[in-house]
Structure formats: C-alpha cells, structure tokens
C-alpha cells in the first residue's frame, strides 16, 4: 500500500476498503448529486450556471497549445528521419514523453475476456497494470463466477485464495443494497448497473526483473442508470498501486492498494439522462491498454 494510505486493500490482498471509490471490492461508495431545480429527469439533468471567464481561457489555452503542436511539427523541414520514425528513435522517446506510446504489440493473446502474453519488461508490467485495473472495476465482479474467473486471470496463484476470500465477504447482502442492487447482486427491472474503470496513465515505481510496482491513474463510473435511480452515475478519480510478479510468462498481480485522485476541477458540462449514459455504456466498448 502506498505510504500514508490507511485505507483501501492491504499489501497481502485482504481486508475490506472504506474507500470511497475502490475497484477491488466494489466499495466505491458514490455521493448523489441533484438537479439544482424541479425539473429535470430526477437524475441530474439541470444545467449548472455557466462560468464563461474560465470557458473562454480554455478556449484560448486549446488554440495556444495547436499552434505550439503546429509549429513543433513543422521543425526540421518535416523529413522522415529515426526520430520520427517507428525505428529505435521513435521508440525511445516513451521515456521523455509519458503519453507517446512505444509502438511495441502490447500483448500477444487473451485469457477468457483479459489481455494477457504481455512482455517481460517495464512496459509489459504498465499495460498489464492497467487492463487489469480495468477488470477489477468492471460490472462483472458483482457476479461471483465472472469474479471468480477475473481473479483466476489476473492474480498470482499464492495470493488468489485471499483475494477471493476477501472479495466474497466485501460483495455482501447488505453492500448489494448500499448501491442500489437486489439482494442477489442483480440489477433492478428497469435500471442499467453501471461499474466500469477507465486507465488515464501508468508508471513504475519499482522494478527488479521478477517483481514490478505500477501505479495506474484512473478514472471510474458507478452507479445505477435509470428513471428515478437513487444512485445515479456518477464519476471519480483514483490512483491504483499494483504490484505484479512474472509468473509461468506473463504478470500476475499479487497485492492491490488504492488512494483518491489526483482529480482535475469539474467542467461545466451538463449531466446527460439516465438513458444517456446508459446507451452510452452500453454502446461504446472498452479497450485493450497498452503503454
């Protein structure tokens, strides 16, 4: 667990988190926020009051930064030289640049629905790190088979057994109701469960060959999508620490912790319908994260 984090999943994989927007476990507890007037459809619908001061400079910070991109584009006479090229200079430049993407394959199979076969370095571990952050978040870990065979993917055969221990007591009656679920653990007629995480970027805070430590920043959804949900959808930011481990060829995670944020200032973009987001979940895939 990341230094000053007293909540969320110890290093062994066990114990229940309060954490207010936890993947493992599905203890990501959301706060509800309502329209402002009458009107709307109950789930958070109302426009907030436009802040144009700050539209307008981010309007002009976004013009600014293309002609930066422009003009840096343009430098050297535009020739297809190794630095630009998908060659070892073009490959490099991952280092000094976190958002460039090596051009290596990320991975060369799957396990069930999981990315796996993912390389045996640094950013084999960060792309690992996050497709397996995305599953630990996904709606399917409130079904104990789909659960059940997630962590039979993703984690290291020594800690799978207190994983699975610790997520069949944290997937309770009584937590299935905390979020607007049936006792069960299904969804409500009429409404559209919605759990799904997001990877915004990854790094490696330690490394010795076998053992990889990668922090994955991330943004998530939850919540229950419907006309008249009480737990409407609602986002957050977070940052997962997963420590992974090269077992049988490929990387296993074997501890999980979590802290909140970092997390920008809200937009003054208006909350869409229940039936919004929940097309929009259910129409737009996810993806395989690479570094």
């Given amino acids: 667990m990341s230094a000053g984090d007293d909540h969320g999943y ?25 329209p ?23 309007v002009v910070g976004v013009v600014v930064l293309l002609i930066a991109a422009i003009a840096f584009a343009n430098m050297g006479g535009g020739g297809n030289d190794g630095a630009s090229s998908g060659g070892n200079g ?21 396990n069930g629905t999981i990315a796996s076969g993912f390389a045996h370095d640094e950013q084999g571990a960060q792309s690992a790190a996050a497709n397996y952050s995305v599953a ?4 399917e870990m409130f079904d104990k088979t789909k659960r059940d065979s997630i962590l039979n993917a ?11 221990t610790t997520l069949d007591q944290a997937y309770s009656t009584q937590f299935f109701k905390n979020v607007g679920l049936n006792e069960d653990g299904s969804t409500p007629a009429g409404f559209t469960f919605i759990s799904r995480t997001t990877p915004i970027g990854t790094k490696v805070t330690k490394n010795s060959g076998e053992r990889t ?20 959808v609602t986002d957050g930011w977070f940052t997962i620490a997963m420590e992974l481990e090269w077992i049988d060829g490929d990387w296993k995670a074997v501890t999980h912790s979590q802290k909140d944020g970092p997390a920008p200032v809200g937009g003054d973009t208006r909350a869409s319908s229940a039936d919004e987001i ?14």
């Fill in 10 to 34: 110890s290093d062994s994989g066990t114990g229940r988190t309060d954490d207010g927007y936890s993947t493992l476990g599905g203890t990501r507890q959301t706060r509800t926020r309502f």
């Fill in 36 to 58: 402002d007037g009458g009107g709307g459809d109950g789930y958070g619908g109302s426009r907030r009051p436009a802040r144009s001061s700050r539209s307008l400079i981010t």
């Fill in 90 to 110: 073009g490959g490099n430049k991952a280092g000094a640049a976190p958002t460039a993407a090596t051009g290596t394959k990320p991975v060369t199979g799957k």
């Fill in 136 to 139: 630990l978040g996904s709606a």
């Fill in 154 to 164: 993703i984690i290291a055969p020594a800690s799978l057994n207190g994983f699975r």
């Fill in 213 to 232: 430590t990668v922090e994955v920043w991330c943004t998530g959804l939850i919540g229950l999508a419907g006309e008249g949900s009480t737990k409407p």
């Fill in 278 to 291: 929940a097309g929009a979940v259910n129409g737009f895939g996810g993806f395989t994260y690479a570094r």
